[in-house]
């Protein structure tokens, strides 16, 4: 077919909307996080050359960049954005739901100020479970999506140092994070997390503030499921000694996490902070997520496509770098000597593990030396 035929025949309703309701409007739909949504031709239109940039540069889906053909078909109806025949509604994704056998929410309403840097807020929601559940689904609920740009919840124990003057450690599980589109975990049958009784909920909130104040008060909603045969547990494997020196391009960094008995790892949630630069993280010399450009709006959740058994003594490793340097356009302070730290100016280098375990093991043992 002539070149220029080829550009004619693509058209909004024959082969742009399949892709963005296969791709993108999960979050691009009214009342998600994405700011515009991309369900119609007229909707859309205003948005064709932003659309290319964002899919070539492979900022855009978040996930992952598109199949080559698809990112065609989205560049050739950019140049010349066509409606095309039979304009029809969109199918929209079916939103993943939980059944809130419990629901946890902060005590009362944040209040996100206008057009600053907010610090990462922490809210302590106590359980009151009289005893142990299995957690079957889980979903962090933002109060406003507007403000709500990710949230992480940690099941804290009744000894841990974390908020507590210490820091987090490996016995701070993490329960469930949110991100825009990300919000839940839904663990297949055989497979459940536990919340121990009397635990603590910490609620981890990143805000960015909109041009005008605003409130939110997010929820966490929990399914309980039956006692499974495995129990997914989330460690997280992280570097806190570290100094980032002024103006370095790719300061090196590393993390390493030994297992103490053998685990099925099913996915990685990597977390750094603003001065990411690049990460990628091996068990037992497989590598299992590399992000060469690392970018802090998108951590997101990456199940393996198959899980990685690890044998007791196999060590998990995180190889980042850091870029201190004026380059980086969210560099905060590039003349600053950075260390480990809670707040975005602050670094972390961190990746939650999800591992299968037996239900009735408990995680100590993953993490705790044996001795003999
Ligand atoms: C997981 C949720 C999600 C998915 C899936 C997604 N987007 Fe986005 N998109 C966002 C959010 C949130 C923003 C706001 C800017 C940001 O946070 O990066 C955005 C911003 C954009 C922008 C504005 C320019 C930019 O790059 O910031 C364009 C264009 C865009 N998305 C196109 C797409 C297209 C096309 C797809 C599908 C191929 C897609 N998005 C899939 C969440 C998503």
């Keep these: 077919m002539p070149i220029l035929a080829a550009l004619l025949a693509v058209t909004f309703y024959s082969d742009v909307l399949p892709i963005l309701e296969r791709r993108c409007l999960a ?21 064709a050359k932003a659309i290319r940039d964002a899919v070539t540069s492979h900022s855009m889906p978040p996930g992952g960049a598109l199949p080559a053909n698809e990112l065609a078909v989205l560049q050739q109806w950019a140049a010349r954005p066509a409606e095309g025949d039979s304009p029809r509604s969109a199918v929209l994704p079916v939103k993943p739901t939980v059944r809130p056998d419990l629901a946890l929410r902060m005590a009362t309403p944040f209040l996100v100020p206008a057009s600053q840097t907010i610090d990462y807020q922490h809210f302590i929601l106590p359980t009151g479970l009289a005893q142990a559940r299995w957690v079957q689904a889980i979903e962090i609920r933002p109060g406003n999506r507007r403000v709500v740009h990710h949230a992480v919840a940690f099941v804290r124990t009744a000894r841990s140092e974390f908020l507590r003057g210490g820091r987090l450690s490996v016995e701070d599980e993490v329960l469930a994070t949110y991100l825009p589109g990300e919000g839940v975990l839904r663990l297949p049958p055989g497979q459940a997390k536990l919340l121990p009784a009397g635990a603590e909920l910490v609620l981890q909130l990143h805000y960015t503030a909109g041009t005008q104040s605003e409130t939110d008060q997010t929820e966490i909603l929990i399914e309980f499921g039956p006692t499974p045969l495995e129990r997914v547990y989330t460690l997280s494997v992280a570097q806190g000694d570290f100094s980032i020196p002024p103006f370095a391009k790719a300061h090196p960094v590393t993390a390493e996490f030994t297992v103490q008995t053998g685990v099925r790892i099913l996915a990685v949630t990597p977390h750094m902070h603003l001065r990411g630069r690049s990460l990628r993280v091996l068990a037992a010399d497989a590598l299992i997520l590399d992000l060469p450009r690392y970018r802090f709006d998108w951590q997101l959740r990456q199940s393996l496509r198959k899980p990685i058994q690890l044998a007791r003594g196999e060590t998990i490793r995180l190889e980042a770098t850091f870029d201190n340097s004026r380059n980086n356009p969210r560099n905060p302070d590039p003349s600053a000597t950075v260390r480990w730290g809670e707040q975005s100016w602050q670094e972390m280098l961190v990746a939650f593990i999800d591992v299968a375990i037996p239900a009735a093991w408990p995680p100590e043992e993953i993490y705790r030396p044996k001795r003999f």
Excluded at 27 to 47: I, K, V, Y
């Design 27 to 47: 979050c691009h739909q009214t009342g998600e996080a994405a700011p515009m949504s991309l369900a119609s031709f007229r909707e859309t239109r205003p948005f």
